[in-house]
């Protein structure tokens, strides 16, 4: 008798951060630069450019950081693929390639939506497809997510804020 394996459904889900007094356009340059990741995303100690052409799908980045659950000796690193990008729309879309964070199949997109207009504050929106994640529950998972984007949203709002002071 043949045994079937029955699929678990993919998740799926959004979270989104608002940045209230900064412009659409130049929270796009922090996320547009594929790997430099590590400059706005809280815990992420480096990402680097492992092949391709900066800014065009096919490139690569490696991120690496130490694990979140205060284990200070594990490293937890993802290659991570560029499949799409849009300078106009504000968004890009990439793929987790290998890692050791328990991901088997992912996909996310991001993108920069104006509030009011492109000089009036913006949001950011991360959307995901994956199989489930080992290791982790739907709920903690998008919880872990929307703290994530929130930490980056800050950073890049206090280095706005702290260029803007400067040239002041």
């Known amino acids: 008798m043949a045994s079937e394996v029955q699929a678990q459904p993919k998740w799926e889900g959004k979270t989104s951060a608002e940045l209230k007094s ?62 799409a990008v849009d300078p106009i729309k504000r968004c890009f879309s990439y793929q987790m390639l290998e890692n050791n964070k328990g991901y088997k199949s992912y996909v996310a997109t991001m993108q920069v939506v104006p509030v009011i207009n492109d000089d009036e504050g913006c949001m950011i929106e991360w959307s995901f497809v994956s199989d489930p994640v080992e290791g982790w529950g739907l709920e903690d998972f998008q919880s872990y997510r929307k703290s994530s984007l929130q930490g980056m949203a800050k950073k890049i709002e206090d280095a706005l804020q702290s260029s803007t002071s400067a040239t002041v």
Request: glycine share 8%; with cysteine; proline share 6%.
């Open 22 to 83: 900064s412009p659409a356009q130049q929270v796009w340059l922090f996320l547009a630069d594929f790997c430099n990741l590590h400059k706005v995303f809280p815990g992420l100690e480096t990402c680097y450019q492992v092949e391709g052409v900066p800014g065009q799908p096919g490139l690569i980045r490696c991120c690496a950081g130490l694990a979140t659950n205060n284990d200070e000796s594990t490293v937890m690193w993802a290659k991570e693929k560029l499949i």
